[in-house]
């Protein structure tokens, strides 16, 4: 006898999940700009406002890709509960992707200038540009196209996409790939930030 929920396949209220998704990341900016003072924040660099956008950006995908991850798992395990929160996850996971490697090539402009960060590391040591940047760079934009694939499969195909089993294999296999691609991209550029620049 299983105590768990059966799957919920009538048309939910999505509108109320994003709603959700709004006023929590609202609450989430107001906490930020009221505590956090904008100097230590933004540092003294020309570049700071765009690693600190880039920065969010790349904190908020950790966290829907860690909840992607486990919305696959639950998937893959037949304990989807709702078609909702599983639409409505994979398109902020998708989104969050976008606008992370967005923001991520809109830090990379300065490194690649002439005379930067770049020129330095492939005279010193061009083994920290070809695994700390650019193995990095590939890997995080992995992660756009298969958070977008797995949002459009749970839109397009709905509950169906929960009750086909290679349907919700495939989607559960992309979320988990999204977090593992996420996952290698952003430690490395936690690793980035740390290297001495010119």
């Known amino acids: 006898m299983s105590t ?10 999505a509108r109320y999940l994003w709603l959700i998704v709004l006023v929590l990341g609202l609450i989430g900016l107001t906490i930020v700009l009221m505590t956090a003072p904008a100097q230590e924040l933004l540092g003294q660099s020309a570049e700071a406002i765009r690693g600190a ?24 395990a037949g304990q989807a509960r709702s078609v909702a929160e ?13 606008f ?11 490194y690649r200038v002439s005379g ?22 590939f890997a995080a934009l992995f992660t ?5 694939a797995a949002a459009f499969i749970l839109i397009f195909y709905g509950a169906s ?10 989607v559960a296999v992309l979320l988990a790939l999204v977090f593992f691609y996420f996952l ?15």
Do not use: C
Not at 184 to 198: E, I, Y
């Open 4 to 13: 768990q929920r059966p799957l919920t396949l009538e048309a939910e209220p």
């Open 53 to 76: 956008l880039h920065g969010t950006a790349a904190g908020l995908f950790m966290v829907t890709a860690t909840i992607g991850l486990f919305q696959g798992y639950r998937l893959f």
């Open 86 to 98: 599983l639409q409505v996850g994979s398109v902020v996971n998708a989104a969050l992707a976008f």
């Open 100 to 110: 992370t490697i967005a923001l991520g090539n809109w830090v990379y402009i300065p």
């Open 116 to 137: 930067g960060p770049r020129s330095y590391f492939l005279e010193h040591a061009p083994e920290i540009h070809k695994v700390f940047f650019e193995f990095k760079e």
């Open 144 to 148: 756009l196209p298969l958070a977008a």
């Open 161 to 170: 996409a929960v009750r086909r089993k290679d349907l919700s294999t495939l």
């Open 184 to 198: 290698v991209a952003f430690g490395l550029g936690a690793a980035v930030t740390k290297l001495k620049s010119v």
